[in-house]
């Protein structure tokens, strides 16, 4: 490997603040409670980890391909106005988190509004966050829309549908709400497209092979054998195209295990033990007040987990935890995802300042539709 690539590996982890953030409470709390320190590796969900990776892969590869470019112009040439493209890549980004997940379907419509970048004067960062918001608010809807979902799903009594029905209200009246916002936030006028546009050419063999690698990365998911199917993405790279495993974001996949350590070491700090015994004694509002506090704390799937093991899945406690994925960043790993896909440094106060209203509007439609 060359000294040019070694250094476009370690650059980002060197430049990565949130990441040493994450390393230094970690360490923190490893020091208070040292006897955790065995566990550590128990406290990473490697599953997300290797599908995380895999999908970083595969998108970057589409990437590469141009693909991306191709169906961004196409899209640029079809919507000629800024708040027509807004909606059609809002709704979009909802519809498709709703059924192939948040992060699936972040995967797909970030790095499509990212090429559009190339070929006009778009606001970039503001379409990012308002996808990234999206995901939210389409993946509440079903159960397997999001992760938080599917733990609540499988702890519950209701089917498919059911869940859904339970889920309606809340998912039709933040998407609605998430539609408006954006409707006022995109102006009508005409897309400013660039001159001249430079980019990968279409590589149609490269496309094919990352649709095959999709295939086989997605059966070997449902097979329970990720592992095989990261390897498999790997292989296909190496052969296809390198320089697509040297362009993907490797600090982001540490920044997940240094969260996934982070919040395995505070749940088990002796001090803050007797507040969890006491979840089983809060009312209703106290559960739905603490869905959304933890959320914004600890995220909202390692929330859910932990607030599972004191209440019974209900539809109280489903708006509270997904009413916590807006609000701050850390509040639903998809925030992250698509902040980090961005590659823009002001891009995480901009989205506080849409996310940080709309957890207020949501936890107050929540506590009333539940």
């Not at 990441?19 to 590796?41: E, F, K, R, Y």
Request: charged share 10%; glycine share 8%.
């Amino acid at each position: 490997m060359s000294s040019n690539a070694v250094s476009r590996l370690v650059q980002p982890f060197l430049k990565d603040r949130f990441l040493h953030i994450l390393l230094l409470a970690g360490v923190l709390m490893a020091a208070v409670n040292p006897q955790q320190l065995p566990a550590i590796g128990g406290f990473i969900d490697w599953r997300t980890i290797i599908t995380l990776l895999g999908l970083m892969l595969l998108t970057k590869g589409v990437e590469v391909s141009g693909y991306f470019d191709f169906i961004g112009r196409k899209i640029v040439n079809m919507l000629y106005s800024e708040r027509r493209l807004a909606l059609f890549l809002v709704f979009s980004a909802a519809l498709l988190s709703s059924f192939l997940t948040n992060d699936v379907a972040l995967f797909i419509v970030i790095p499509l509004t990212i090429t559009l970048k190339k070929l006009s004067s778009l606001p970039i960062s503001r379409l990012i966050i308002f996808q990234a918001l999206a995901v939210n608010a389409g993946s509440l809807l079903t159960p397997i829309g999001n992760p938080q979902n599917i733990l609540l799903w499988s702890k519950s009594s209701l089917s498919f549908l059911g869940f859904i029905a339970q889920m309606a209200p809340f998912g039709a009246a933040m998407l609605a709400s998430l539609l408006l916002l954006t409707w006022f936030s995109f102006p009508a006028r005409d897309i400013v497209k660039a001159p001249h546009t430079e980019g990968y050419p279409y590589q149609r063999r490269l496309l094919l092979s990352c649709v095959a690698l999709y295939v086989i990365f997605l059966l070997c998911l449902d097979i329970d054998l990720p592992l095989y199917g990261l390897l498999a993405v790997f292989a296909g790279f190496l052969l296809l195209a390198r320089r697509v495993l040297l362009q993907i974001d490797w600090s982001l996949i540490f920044v997940f295990i240094a969260m996934f350590i982070d919040v395995g070491l505070f749940t088990r700090l002796g001090a803050v033990q007797p507040w969890f015994a006491d979840i089983t004694r809060l009312s209703e509002g106290g559960i739905y007040a603490l869905g959304i506090g933890l959320s914004q704390v600890i995220s909202n799937v390692p929330a859910t987990i932990l607030l599972l093991n004191y209440v019974p899945s209900s539809q109280l406690l489903a708006y509270a935890v997904n009413a916590g994925g807006f609000g701050l960043a850390i509040g639903s790993l998809a925030n992250l995802i698509a902040l980090r896909m961005a590659g823009e440094r002001k891009i995480w106060l901009k989205f506080h300042y849409y996310s940080l209203p709309l957890l207020a509007w949501g936890g107050l439609l929540g506590w009333l539709l539940a």
